[in-house]
């Protein structure tokens, strides 16, 4: 069901908007609305995992810091 809602915006963002719309071929209205819906769109809570990949968490040891090492890298390659 729609419903009417009035926005108080700035003129220039309005303008702009409409701009946008225009050239993605689609409503203003439609436009807010999927920026709405994709705001308030609930986050999973969890990911589920399978058990091979649980049982493979920690299986290759580490040593050192990999992410400094790493910055460390691109700081050579690309200094």
């Known amino acids: 069901m729609d419903t009417k809602l009035t926005l108080k915006l700035d003129n220039s963002i309005i303008e702009l908007a409409k701009s946008y719309a225009?050239?993605?071929?689609?409503s203003l209205s439609k436009l807010i609305e999927s920026y709405l819906q994709a705001v308030t769109i609930k986050k999973k809570k969890k990911i589920?995992?399978?058990p091979l990949v649980e049982s493979l968490t920690g299986?290759?040891?580490?040593?050192?810091?990999?992410?400094?090492?790493y910055t460390d890298f691109l700081s050579e390659k690309y200094a």
């Open 59 to 69: 299986v290759i040891e580490t040593k050192g810091n990999l992410r400094e090492e």
């Open 22 to 26: 225009k050239d993605n071929n689609i």
């Open 48 to 50: 589920d995992i399978s």
